[in-house]
């Protein structure tokens, strides 16, 4: 079992900054695997940030530029900073993780940026 724990969520005005923490536990090893996605009401989940197989990050179209992912390996944890912020990102933020082939996800954590 993995368990994935988001926080740093909160209100901000447009171009302000937030930094988004994901802290896992449990049978991972490789926090690699974690993304950050969000879910705006009425729209799909979507990718915003990720690491590919051989560790570097990618991003969605919508947040290159201003977002910044990153880990810590030691801890199991892995960031999203965001810039810049607008508020078209807000959104419910989610952290998720794969392992073996099974999708964990956390609680997510609530960002609203107001204009």
């Known amino acids: 079992q993995v368990q994935l724990v988001e926080s740093g969520g909160g209100l901000v005005q447009a171009g302000g900054s937030l930094n988004l923490t994901c802290v896992a536990s449990?049978?991972?090893?490789?926090?690699?695997?974690i993304g950050w996605y969000r879910q705006a009401p009425g729209k799909q989940r979507e990718l915003v940030a990720g690491?590919?197989?051989?560790?570097?990050?990618f991003y969605a179209d919508s947040v290159k530029g201003r977002f910044t992912i990153s880990r810590d390996n030691t801890k199991k944890t892995v960031y999203l900073q965001m810039n810049s912020l607008k508020p078209e990102d807000t959104a419910t933020y989610y952290c998720?993780?794969?392992?073996?082939?099974?999708?964990?996800w956390g609680q997510g954590t609530q960002v609203t940026v107001s204009s």
């Open positions: 998720k993780a794969v392992v073996y082939g099974v999708a964990y």
């Open positions: 449990g049978s991972i090893f490789n926090i690699n695997s």
């Open positions: 690491f590919s197989s051989g560790g570097s990050a």
